[in-house]
């Protein structure tokens, strides 16, 4: 599975967007882009996965770019329950295996 | 996640005692993991199972074993535990999907103190 990179911390105003970065330059053609985050020390939360194509749910927006070698997690009207550790996981369809590294740790301030 | 919930919540014991943790999940899902966390640290995966006869090693399965129950129950112990086992466990479910995904979805975690 390709390796990511992210920020260790960001911080994002209370009801703005928080647009979260990650790199994953040695991506392969079958492997998803995943979001989880860690609330504290809660269980890991799906938040939302994608291939090539943008992807919108509930909870956020991911932005691939068009070579996939980054990608965007937006979190559009940021509360302060948003406040945790955001995982940007890169890992190929069929696998089970999920390698989570140390995240971005985005604060929320009111 | 309600779906997937993990007893006991808080766990203390002391060095050389037998402790199980257990997993339930209400998904539907085959496939069954547990993880842990150190501190600072993202999670390593100990066990995994894609259906009830099914049991594999993942990166650190020394001094851990499991039992798959039930398709709804994964089960982990620690034989004889010790002090560098203190973390947070979790327990995860997925299914493999269609288009070959799978997401995998975690309960609550188990916090285990080894004095």
């Known amino acids: 599975d390709a390796k990511t990179t992210q920020p260790p911390s960001m911080d994002c105003a209370e009801g703005r967007a928080a647009n979260l970065p990650c790199n994953h330059s040695?991506?392969?053609?079958?492997?998803?882009v995943y979001w989880y985050r860690q609330i504290h020390s809660q269980g890991p939360q799906y938040i939302i996965h994608g291939l090539k194509n943008n992807e919108t749910n509930e909870m956020a927006s991911l932005i691939i770019t068009e070579d996939r070698k980054s990608s965007t997690l937006i979190l559009p009207h940021a509360t302060l329950r948003d406040t945790a550790v955001y995982y940007c996981?890169?890992?190929?369809?069929?696998?089970?295996?999920?390698?989570f590294g140390t995240g971005t740790r985005l604060k929320v301030l009111a | 996640d309600a779906d997937v919930t993990q007893t006991p919540r808080n766990r203390i014991t002391k060095t050389g005692k037998r402790i199980m943790l257990e997993c339930s999940q209400t998904?539907?899902?085959?496939?069954m993991y547990w993880y842990r966390q150190d501190p600072g640290l993202g999670l390593r995966l100990i066990y995994y199972s894609f259906d009830v006869k099914d049991i594999n090693k993942g990166e650190i399965s020394d001094g851990y074993s499991v039992s798959r129950q039930a398709q709804a129950k994964f089960s982990l112990s620690l034989e004889s535990a010790i002090p560098n086992q203190t973390a947070l466990y979790f327990c995860a479910t997925s299914d493999l999907t269609f288009g070959g995904t799978d997401t995998q979805y975690f309960g609550p975690g188990t916090r285990l103190t080894v004095l």
């Open positions: 040695t991506i392969s053609g079958n492997e998803y």
């Open positions: 998904k539907g899902h085959d496939r």
């Open positions: 996981i890169v890992r190929g369809s069929g696998t089970y295996k999920y390698i």
